[in-house]
T-cell receptor, first 112, second 114 residues
Framework: NAGVTQTPKFQVLKTGQSMTLQCAQDMNHEYMSWYRQDPGMGLRLIHYSVGAGITDQGEVPNGYNVSRSTTEDFPLRLLSAAPSQTSVYFC???????????FGDGTRLSIL | AQKVTQAQTEISVVEKEDVTLDCVYETRDTTYYLFWYKQPPSGELVFLIRRNSFDEQNEISGRYSWNFQKSTSSFNFTITASQVVDSAVYFCALSNTNAGKSTFGDGTTLTVKP
């Protein structure tokens, strides 16, 4: 099983550019989340979804959009990249809110 | 609002020492779940254990053990006879079952020296 697949693994953007981080899972999990990890700050929740068609904001949603048209996919869009969005981004999925999360390998994003 | 505090930013021990990683949480929910995850230097996040708010039994798995105390809102993690391969960042997390949101602590970086 592939589990949670994130693409790309690395990306460099210029300020103001937009891009989409892809996340796909093959475990038929209803719950999916996006986190960013900055040095010394742990994982902060950006957006999450409890099922197809349902999304909600997490702790740090500004500058990011999500959609969940299928159970499998949960893309994260950066609308206009800023240097403050330089981070490592993790996508995760789980069978429910009380279940452990399965994480992708992360996307390391640098914004110049 | 939920909050998870891992007061120990970094811990360094010598191999074979025992080490305890602290986790204190805050929530207004009566039903919640606590988790520990490990992030080795390679960067992936690996699930270690889950505990629900109604089960205060301590758990032991090999060299790992967990102590959950609702009275002090703590869910501490002990590694017995630490090994170099235990070197990693360890995260404690709290989940609200209804909303599906998880809150992570800032992590504790454990370095085990040979």
């Amino acid at each position: 099983n592939a589990g949670v697949t994130q693409t790309p693994k690395f990306q460099v953007l210029k300020t103001g550019q937009s891009m989409t981080l892809q996340c796909a899972q093959d475990m038929n999990h209803e719950y999916m989340s996006w986190y960013r990890q900055d040095p010394g700050m742990g994982l902060r929740l950006i957006h999450y979804s409890v099922g197809a068609g349902i999304t909600d904001q997490g702790e740090v949603p500004n500058g990011y959009n999500v959609s969940r048209s299928t159970t499998e996919d949960f893309p994260l869009r950066l609308l206009s990249a800023a240097p403050s969005q330089t981070s490592v981004y993790f996508c995760a999925s789980s069978r429910g809110g009380n279940q452990p999360q399965h994480f992708g390998d992360g996307t390391r994003l640098s914004i110049l | 609002a939920q909050k998870v505090t891992q007061a120990q930013t970094e811990i360094s021990v010598v191999e074979k020492e025992d080490v305890t990683l602290d986790c204190v949480y805050e929530t207004r929910d009566t039903t919640y779940y606590l988790f520990w995850y490990k992030q080795p230097p390679s960067g992936e996040l690996v699930f270690l254990i889950r505990r629900n708010s109604f089960d205060e039994q301590n758990e032991i798995s090999g060299r790992y053990s967990w102590n959950f105390q609702k009275s002090t809102s703590s869910f501490n993690f002990t590694i017995t006879a630490s090994q170099v391969v235990d070197s990693a960042v360890y995260f404690c997390a709290l989940s609200n079952t209804n909303a599906g949101k998880s809150t992570f602590g800032d992590g504790t970086t454990l370095t085990v020296k040979p």
